[in-house]
């Protein structure tokens, strides 16, 4: 089988080589998850959550490893990997304790004669789709529940990030994984892989975790054997700051929801709307902070994932540029002229309707719009066809809160810079995608509810 070499974004360095598999690859790996479906859907609950908890154990165990990994392949800063390890683990353990409550219900018809009996069963094969950015929590976010289910998976992670779903794999292993039960193919050909899952009748399910654009081209080809498809799209939220807002706790939120990972998270700020009143002092304070972050491969921000990231971003900023914006903030980045760094940038005065506004940027860039009613805001707002998340800061909780509910968003953090948590339905709405992720919705996505009729005579 041929390789294909994966390389540190903050020095373009090669650091490692793996097997760059393909159709006949795709294929072995649903007659292993096809082999060992039906004894692990038969496993009892408590012992599949012993072995999730004990692969969250081990993921402690090797936290540093694991960030150093990270850090090396997706070239984020390492408290950036080793708090994406940490929330990683949490999966393997919130669905540890959620593998030994899976519900149902049983009652008399209403009708009489019968006794009606709900369970839920393992959907069966998945086929698990993973992106870059956050190599291990994008996995387990998706094993995890799957698992716990009693599901077996394929599973194939970005070409650019590799590495820490196999070091992911080899832990499960571990932890008393049976064989085929996780199966993770790395290839630079995704099209041809996943392809040949979805038109396999073994793959009962799709979970997909990326761009809306590939979302759309899975979700017609799932539609020829009607899979089973949940689908964690494209991003562009609004980071709402009101008049009456904290601005001091505004401004430490921006600082995680829009630089966190170098804003190449789909739940990253992208557009920041500021009240007309306190747009000048919210943009100063941000401003600074900006100013003074330190970038490089050992900074608080690392490198851009590729060249072509670099170059996209760089256009969004010479359009906003181009159309009345003006720079009013931006760090400093290594001079050595190695890894794809951009500058961490704040943009003031950006018209409502800049490319930069209407595009997901995925980097460490902060556009500034003002508004100055809420009908306005609103307008602006709920104008995108992405429905994410968002974030909104404003002084009055009830204020904040009949925003965040006329936000056409899945995800808002109210007064906070972050919403992913292991315990909470992660997903959106519109074209951010179809179903959630975490919580027990996101195990009720890895299950089929099955409705058994119990004739039962009336004495």
């Given at each position: 089988m041929s390789q294909f070499t994966v390389e540190n974004p903050a020095t373009g360095e090669t650091i490692a080589t793996v097997p760059d598999g393909g159709v006949a690859e795709a294929t072995t790996a649903v007659d292993a998850a096809t082999a060992a479906a039906r004894a692990w859907a038969r496993t009892p609950a408590r012992t599949r959550s012993e072995v999730?908890?004990?692969?969250?154990?081990?993921?402690?165990?090797?936290?540093?490893?694991?960030?150093?990994?990270?850090?090396?392949?997706?070239?984020?800063?390492?408290?950036?990997?080793?708090?994406?390890?940490?929330?990683?683990?949490?999966?393997?353990?919130?669905?540890?304790?959620?593998?030994?409550?899976?519900?149902?219900?049983?009652?008399?018809?209403?009708?009489?004669?019968?006794?009606?009996?709900?369970?839920?069963?393992p959907v069966g094969v998945a086929a698990l789709v993973t992106p870059w950015n956050f190599p291990a929590a994008m996995a387990t976010r998706k094993i995890g529940?799957?698992?716990?289910?009693?599901?077996?998976?394929?599973?194939?992670?970005?070409?650019?990030?590799?590495?820490?779903?196999?070091?992911?794999?080899?832990?499960?292993?571990?932890?008393?994984?049976?064989?085929?039960?996780?199966?993770?193919?790395?290839?630079?050909?995704?099209?041809?892989?996943?392809?040949?899952?979805?038109?396999?009748?073994?793959?009962r399910k799709i979970s997909f975790t990326g761009s809306t654009r590939v979302g759309q081209l899975?979700?017609?080809?799932?539609?020829?054997r009607v899979v089973n498809s949940?689908?964690?799209?494209?991003?562009?939220?609004?980071?709402?700051?009101t008049a009456d807002a904290d601005l001091d706790a505004a401004v430490e939120g921006a600082m995680i929801a829009k630089f966190r990972n170098g804003g190449q998270a789909c739940t990253a700020a992208n557009r920041f709307y500021v009240h007309a009143d306190v747009v000048?002092?919210?943009?100063?304070?941000?401003?600074?902070?900006?100013?003074?972050?330190?970038?490089?491969?050992?900074?608080?921000?690392?490198?851009?994932?590729?060249?072509?990231?670099?170059?996209?971003?760089?256009?969004?900023?010479?359009?906003?540029?181009a159309a009345g914006a003006r720079v009013v903030a931006r760090a400093e980045v290594p001079s050595d002229g190695k890894g794809y760094f951009f500058p961490p940038t704040v943009l003031a005065d950006v018209p409502a309707d800049a490319e930069i506004v209407r595009h997901e940027i995925f980097g460490p860039v902060a556009p500034v719009i003002t508004y100055r009613s809420e009908d306005e805001l609103l307008e602006?707002?709920?104008?995108?066809?992405?429905?994410?998340?968002?974030?909104?800061?404003?002084?009055?909780?009830?204020?904040?809160?009949?925003?965040?509910?006329?936000?056409?968003?899945?995800?808002?953090?109210?007064n906070r810079g972050l919403v992913s948590d292991p315990a909470a339905p992660f997903g959106g709405m519109k074209q951010s995608g179809i179903g959630r992720e975490g919580a027990r919705e996101g195990l009720h996505e890895f299950t089929e509810i099955q409705y058994l009729s119990v004739a039962w005579p009336e004495d």
């Open positions: 999730l908890h004990r692969t969250f154990e081990l993921m402690l165990r090797d936290r540093e490893e694991l960030a150093a990994l990270i850090v090396s392949e997706n070239g984020k800063s390492l408290a950036d990997a080793r708090g994406e390890v940490t929330y990683a683990a949490e999966f393997f353990r919130w669905y540890a304790e959620e593998a030994v409550r899976t519900d149902g219900s049983y009652g008399p018809s209403p009708a009489g004669g019968t006794r009606t009996l709900v369970t839920r069963k529940p799957a698992l716990a289910a009693g599901c077996t998976v394929v599973l194939k992670p970005a070409a650019e990030t590799p590495l820490t779903a196999l070091a992911v794999a080899r832990l499960l292993t571990e932890a008393g994984v049976p064989d085929g039960v996780v199966n993770v193919v790395t290839t630079t050909d995704a099209g041809a892989v996943v392809t040949t899952w979805l038109e396999d009748p073994r793959v899975l979700l017609r080809q799932a539609a020829d949940s689908m964690e799209l494209g991003g562009n939220a609004p980071f709402v700051v000048e002092d919210f943009t100063a304070k941000l401003a600074a902070r900006v100013e003074a972050l330190k970038v490089g491969a050992d900074g608080e921000i690392g490198p851009l994932i590729s060249a072509k990231a670099v170059d996209g971003v760089t256009k969004l900023v010479e359009s906003a540029i602006l707002v709920n104008a995108s066809e992405m429905g994410l998340a968002a974030y909104v800061y404003a002084g009055e909780l009830q204020h904040a809160l009949r925003l965040g509910e006329a936000i056409d968003a899945g995800m808002v953090g109210v």
